[in-house]
């Protein structure tokens, strides 16, 4: 449901879905870029970043995209 309202645009409710993901999953790296990427774009920069930091400590190889 979360990517389906970012990719229609609809970042606010993409955030709460992946909020809710990240409690369930804090460890999930692809949530918490998602969750960043939807930050950025409603302009949010602060928590973007820190959405982006979560993100690389949750990553489990950083060479996979």
Same mark, same amino acid.
């Given at each position: %449901? @979360? =990517? #389906?309202? @970012?990719?229609? $645009?609809?970042? =606010?409710?993409?955030?709460?879905?992946?909020?809710?993901?990240? &409690?369930?999953?804090?460890?999930? $790296? @692809? *949530?918490?870029?998602?969750? $960043? !990427?939807?930050?950025?774009?409603?302009?949010?920069? !602060?928590?973007? #970043? &820190? @959405?982006?930091?979560?993100?690389?400590? *949750?990553?489990?190889? %950083?060479?996979?995209?």
């Amino acid at each position: %449901m @979360a =990517e #389906f309202c @970012a990719t229609r $645009g609809n970042y =606010e409710k993409a955030i709460e879905y992946y909020r809710q993901l990240i &409690t369930h999953d804090p460890n999930n $790296g @692809a *949530s918490w870029t998602a969750l $960043g !990427h939807c930050y950025l774009l409603t302009e949010d920069i !602060h928590k973007a #970043f &820190t @959405a982006y930091q979560h993100a690389l400590y *949750s990553v489990d190889d %950083m060479n996979d995209p």
